[in-house]
């Protein structure tokens, strides 16, 4: 039997969702070998993310890998795959989500309400700082970058008080006891795919494909569709925080597709929640539809102009 060789990223997150899709692997009776691939993100952490090109640094090196043909197999995040398809690549799976909420951890157990106003709350990403801004807490958006490790240092070192983080990857690094609240999509709404991971192989590689094929999750993978297939929609006429959240629910007879969403403009000023329901058949048109909605509804008028300022902005 011929090993399959999964491509990682040495990241403590990148190898524990690397190890759990080669597990399950192994569990289907396949010889697998873990093959760590450095990524330039990985190599260069002094020169900041956005200027190597953003979270598609790590994408690209691992999707390099697979053509190049030294690893079969590549396990990615799926929030951090960008909307457009990669040709050369096929996502074979997309096995059952984890959490997709964000979660909060905040010094002394305390909730994002209970936090007084001047706290300081640390998050990297436009989507969250836009969504936490616009509760009106009072609280001062520092910008945070660096591993799970590293963000969770700062709260129990006492640099900030409160980081916003992925409750999936918390969770698949067994540190889920540390969340302080688990934060309702109701208030904020997660990133398109968040808590998802897509596995990909060479596009034609048969034996790739069926290897890892039983992986998938046919749930998980229409609730993605959906998301994405918004973010790609609203990607074309506006550049504001995207959050979407798709869950399968119980319809009359039927299961259903429940897609909510949300536009958020990056100073906090204000934003736009809109939901619809559909068939799961039909996720990439329920997406699609959600985000015209979105658009009719002013979505590309909550960017600022570039002139104007995050109300609050410390760089850590
Ligand atoms: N932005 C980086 C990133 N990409 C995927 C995850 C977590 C795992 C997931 O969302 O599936 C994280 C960390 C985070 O957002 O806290």
């Known amino acids: 039997m011929t090993t399959l060789r999964l491509g990682t990223r040495r990241s403590a997150l990148a190898t524990t969702q690397s190890s759990w899709v080669?597990?399950?692997?192994?569990?289907?009776?396949?010889?697998?070998?873990?093959?760590e691939v450095s990524t330039e993100g990985d190599r260069d952490r002094t020169t900041p993310l956005a200027q190597l090109g953003g979270t598609g640094v790590f994408v690209s090196a691992l999707r390099e890998a697979l053509t190049a043909g030294t690893v079969?197999?590549?396990v990615h995040s799926l929030k951090d795959l960008p909307t457009a398809p990669d040709p050369a690549v096929a996502v074979a799976a997309i096995p059952e989500r984890e959490d997709p909420r964000d979660a909060l951890v905040a010094r002394d157990g305390l909730t994002l309400g209970e936090l007084p106003a001047g706290s300081t709350?640390?998050?990297?990403?436009?989507?969250?700082?836009?969504q936490?801004?616009?509760?009106?807490?009072?609280?001062?958006?520092?910008d945070l970058r660096g591993n799970v490790d590293t963000r969770l240092a700062h709260v129990h070192e006492g640099r900030l008080d409160a980081v916003v983080l992925a409750a999936a990857g918390l969770r698949r690094l067994g540190r889920a006891d540390e969340v302080t609240e688990w934060l309702d999509p109701i208030q904020v709404l997660p990133a398109p795919g968040q808590g998802a991971l897509a596995v990909e192989v060479r596009a034609g590689d048969?034996?790739?494909?069926a290897a890892v094929t039983p992986l998938d999750h046919p749930d998980t993978r229409a609730c993605v569709t959906a998301e994405r297939a918004l973010l790609a929609e609203l990607e074309a006429g506006c550049s504001?925080?995207?959050?979407?959240?798709?869950?399968?629910?119980?319809?009359?007879?039927v299961a259903e597709l429940s897609?909510?969403?949300?536009?958020a403009a990056p100073d906090g000023s204000g934003d736009l929640r809109r939901s619809l329901t559909g068939d799961p058949e039909e996720a990439a048109d329920l997406g699609r539809r959600l985000a015209r909605l979105l658009l009719e509804d002013g979505a590309a008028d909550l960017m600022p102009t570039s002139t104007d300022r995050p109300v609050t902005e410390r760089a850590l």
């Open 22 to 35: 080669a597990d399950r692997l192994r569990a289907l009776g396949h010889d697998v070998e873990l093959v």
């Open 72 to 74: 079969d197999v590549a």
């Open 240 to 253: 504001a925080p995207v959050g979407a959240l798709a869950e399968i629910v119980e319809g009359v007879d």
């Open 132 to 142: 936490v801004a616009a509760l009106g807490l009072g609280l001062e958006v520092a």
């Open 206 to 209: 048969e034996a790739a494909t």
């Open 259 to 263: 897609l909510r969403a949300v536009v």
């Open 121 to 130: 709350l640390g998050t990297g990403s436009p989507r969250r700082r836009a």
